[in-house]
Structures are given as structure tokens and as C-alpha cells.
């Protein structure tokens, strides 16, 4: 990723994989959502909050180019691909302590209220979301 | 277990299991929280509801005895050790497929309310969970 | 989907479902990797060992409808999109209990033996992974 | 716990909760089980390797004593209570960001080899663990 918006740096835990010794797919997605409320606390926005809402995925791509194992040290990079009204679609690399891409994607989420209905983003979440990397 | 209250069959995943090779020891308890709920829906009593409240657990403990591996059938168990005011002591016991004790414990759950405060069982919760069968 | 090659009942547990109250979005994979190796075993084909390899991804996509709540009965359908020398492309969809599409997606695997190194697909995978539905 | 003997840095997942909001009780020995590796791999001790062995868990033990939610910073202090032939007593307590006891517990672990076997806890391993904060 040329200039990512964010990155976020994690580990794989013996939790994250499964019996063929590397991490389950399924993690990659954690170890994104993880970077993902990382950056958006690093500005101040909404994560989630029953009384306010939050950002359930409608789609979801991922691509793994290398198994991961227990304890690899990986760092997670996301940029802005694309907004939308009340929606926001991020990429993700995963890139492994050799500098390789180990897996990257794109993961389309959408801005809900308590009620779970997409909400525009307002002012402030446009502001921070558009400081995009691409 | 003599006389269990519930029996639920179930099968390891290969998302239960990680890098060993065997059954992650966390999941043992997520199957037998599957049976908890299989019972209580048997008998027509909540399991969770936002609106209502639910079960949240104060104290577990499990031994392990034998390791699972994906894909093995296993038996889960259960009896009600001790009923309290607003709470369940389960025992439980997971049985694998040769029919040998995988692993045991307990499980104390509490009834809360939609504002996760102890609720204390109410007549039908009590019937239906002093059917025990110890 | 018109005609699956396989379908697989499944239900929604409190354990898949995160603090917004629904499913959390790396599940519908989990129930999706399941009903696979249901398949699989139903055709006596390999899931996963050890010694023997399995079916790691390589990729996979996924867009999400309506959210599931625990204790929702769910079905998965699957089909095959294609197969390659050594990998297969599912196609899925995830069956509300109001007959809804919740999910749809799909998921490319890769036949791999013991070293986790690509392993064309043999005459039997072959024969019932050809089988297809659509 | 007045001595612990490791303490380690963590902060609540969105996948680590569950419907009712809080932190899904299975997570808390994932959180502790990724403070003892952090520990083993300060000193330099194994994790887990397939050719080597690892640490299973044979009894496991937790009190909940407060809620935890999403985004929570949360602090697992580890202190060893006893050591065997093959195997480790640990203690543990999950402190919330307000200083109190969110959960405590203990874990027994056993050495075992690359075949599943207890395998007596080495020189090198003795020295490590025996250098308690109790």
C-alpha cells in the first residue's frame, strides 16, 4: 500500500489459528476490524455504542497470499477506497515481519444508529474519513 | 454423569481447534453453553434478549482429560449442581465418541435483567430447572 | 441458488454474535466452513488431517443482507463455481428462517498435502466435486 | 495480586463480545492465555512448536467479578502458584482501566512434547518459572 491512511501494528495469538498450525482465514478480518477502531479512536469517532450505533460490514473481500503462524508479528495498513453516503469502503494489507504481503482485501462498512439503520456520515466523520492515504 | 437433566450432541470444528492440533480448551465451554441454551429453549425459557435479560456467567471451571480433534462427535451433559436466588450451578461433562470423559466441570450463571442486575428465578424458571437430574 | 449441491442447518449461538447483538460477520464463514466439511465427510472426501493436508483459502468474498440474531435457524447452500487443477470455487448462501437470503458469497479453496504445498485434485475429488448443483 | 510475576497490556476486542454487550466469558482465558505467551517468550521459553511441544491446559478456573466491554484497557497480572514435575499453576487477575478486579483465576498447564506427552519441565524452564512474584 503506496501511503496507507493507517497502520497497526499485532501479533497472531495461538487463539487466532487453527489445527493446519496457521491462522484460521477468519482472523484476518479480526486483526482488520482491530486496526480499523484503533484508527477511528485515534480520531475521536464512534466505535460502537448501543445507544449510538456503529458500523456493521455489508461486504467483505479478502485474498491470502501467506499462511501466518502463532506469535508472527504482522502490521495491518488501511486506506479509504471509497465513501459513500452512510457508508465507508476501506483496503487492508497484512503485511508479515518479512515485509511480505501476507493477505489484503476490502471491507465495505456502513454507519448505523442505535436502531441499526444507515445514518449519513455527518460533518466530522466526513472530515477524518476523507484524510485517506490512497 | 448418573442421571443428566440434558444431553446435546455436537461436533468439533475446525474453527474449534488450533495450532496443536486439538480442540482450543475455550471452546469446550462455548459447546457446552450451546447445550445450556438447547436446554433452556426445551423447556421455553429465555436464553437472551436484549429487552429481558439473560445469563451471564460469575464462576467457571473445566479439567480436561482427553484431547478432541476436528471433526469428533461428542456428547455434552449436563446436570444442576445447586440453585441459587437468582443463580444455576451447572455441571457438565463432555463425552467423546469411544465414549471416554473428555472433560468436566461447572458453570455458575446468573439471571439478570435487561439492565444485567440479578434477577431473582421466577416460579416457572424454578420448575423447570429443579427437574434435576443428579 | 437454484439448485445446491448441499445444504447444511445450522443455528446462530451466543458465542457468534458480538456486542451489536448480531452475528458478528467472520461467522457467516465459520457456519459456511462447516457446512463444506459436512459435505466433504459426506462424501468421503478429506477435511483435514495432519498427516494428509487439507483446504486451505485463498481467497473469499462475502455480502451480508439481514443481520442474524442468536438462536436464528439458518441454512447454508452450496455450490461449486469451478474447479481448478488443484483448487474449488464455492458459491454460498445463507438461508434466514424467513427464507431470506442473509448472505451470499464465495469462498476458493486449495487442495493441499502435508507440506501445505498445492496438490492437484485426484480421480474421487474429482468425480463428487463435480457434482454440481448449478 | 500483590507480586505478579508478569503483567501485560490489553484492550477488549468488538469480536471478543458477545449479544449482551459485554466481553463473551471464554475471552478472558484467551486474554490470559496471550499474557502467559507474552511471559514464555520474554524468557525465551517455548510457545508452541509442532516439532517441539507446547502447553496444553489441564483444569482451568475463572470469577467474574465486573463487565467488560469493547474497547476496554484491561491489565492480566500472571503469578505462579505452583510448579510440577511437568506442569504450571498460574494465577491470574484481569484489572480494569478503574484499578478493580475484573476477573481472576487459575490455569494449569503441562509440558508436553511434540508427540502430546508430559515432558518434565527443563533446567532452563525451572529457572524461568520458579522466579515467582507471589
Redesign the interface.
Known sequence: MDKPLYRHASEV???D??????L????I??HV??AE?AFL?SRGLL??D?SQG?W??????????H?L???DKIEVQLAIAALGTASVTWNFEVINAAGELAAHGSITTVRVNHL?RPQPLDATERTHLKERGL
Do not use: M
Open positions: 495469538s495461538f487463539r489459528t487453527d489445527a493446519s498450525g496457521w484460521h482465514f477468519t482472523n478480518f479480526t476490524e482491530i477502531h479512536r466505535v460502537f448501543r456503529g456493521p460490514r455489508v461486504k467483505v473481500a479478502c485474498e491470502y497470499q499462511p503462524l502463532c506469535g441499526g
